[in-house]
């Protein structure tokens, strides 16, 4: 019996690693997956709310972590880890996405030898993404896990390129598809359970959905109010149009601390939430007019979802989205965000295409190398 441990922290973590789970569980007589969460976030709508609509089980080990300071966070999760890693000796750790849970356990697993005196090989599920923006703490997360890794599970073609780019053994890189997608595809029915629209009182292509929760946006004032700005403007061009605004807790907490709650609740049209759950979230987004984002997962799913998509970013990790997709990066450019808002309103936004590999399978294909491979 192989032991595989896959290690979650972070609200994007679940969606990602649902579906290799899902897949895992085929396998039960050979495979006994573990999963770890680290507590890198811990509120319910946060955290619990995923594992339970995305049907999975609670985790097995739950290191309560929380909110720290960067090294703080990371080096709790190591230590607590490496005690883990210790005692269940694991063929295999998979870890996901970018977030600080997910290198700290790329770290200690790659620095534990076992018996053989090989330390324990790390699986990373999206990988080679890299945004050549190293102020952004997850383009370091992304390049130390990958150089750690020994399975680089890549969703998108620019992943293969910045990998071999970067010296990996070519041996090491699988182009295997989106696991996001995967469990985007296969919940997608299952949004029909949610009455969002109706408890929000809005309707179908009627609003906007808005998300922001980067430290580039949240946690500056100056950025903050061009983002108030931009909400303002999205009134002028279409006074009908809704902002749904799930606020992340992190952004909550910089509002209140600028003293710019007030001005937020004051524009016209802005519906201000707790952050969502997965159907929800996954339902505001499939029947939104267009979506304003600083995250990267929700790039991907307005192009699979060939939702508009304007990205209040300099640059993006997921070129793919912008290449072929929905989303156009735009930074905190007033001028060219009502352009395109503008192209929305009048139809004559661009039309995007799938990328390759998006097309449910993703967890099969990794799943299906690593049963060879360890
Ligand atoms: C993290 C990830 C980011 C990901 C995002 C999704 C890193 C470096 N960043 O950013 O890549 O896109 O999650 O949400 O790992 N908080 C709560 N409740 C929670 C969790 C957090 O109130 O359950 C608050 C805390 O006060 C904390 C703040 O949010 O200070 C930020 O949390 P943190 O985990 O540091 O990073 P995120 O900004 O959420």
Redesign the pocket.
Known sequence: MKKIISVVG???NFMKMAPVHKELSKYKSKIKHLIIHTG????R???DVFFSELELPNPDIHLGVG?KS?AE?KARIMVEFEKIIIKEKPDLVMVY?????TTAASIVSSKILSEEGRPVPVAHIESGLRSFDKSM??EI?RMITDILSEYLFVTEPSGVRNLRQEGIDEKKIFFVGNTMIDSLKFYLKKTAKSSILKELCISEKNYALATI?R?SN?DSKVNLNKILNIFKSINKINPETEIVFPV???TL?MIEKFGLRKSFEEIKNLIITDPLGYLDFLKLTMNAKYVITD???IQEETTYLQIPCLTLRENTERPVTSEIGTNVICGLNERLITRKIREIESGKFKKGRTPRLWDGEAAKRIVKILLKKI
């Open positions: 972070a609200r994007p890198q976030h811990y509120s709508g946060m955290s909110s960067h966070q996405g970018d977030v600080n849970s703490p997850e997360n929760h430290p949240a992340h807790p992190r907490k995250s990267g997962g």
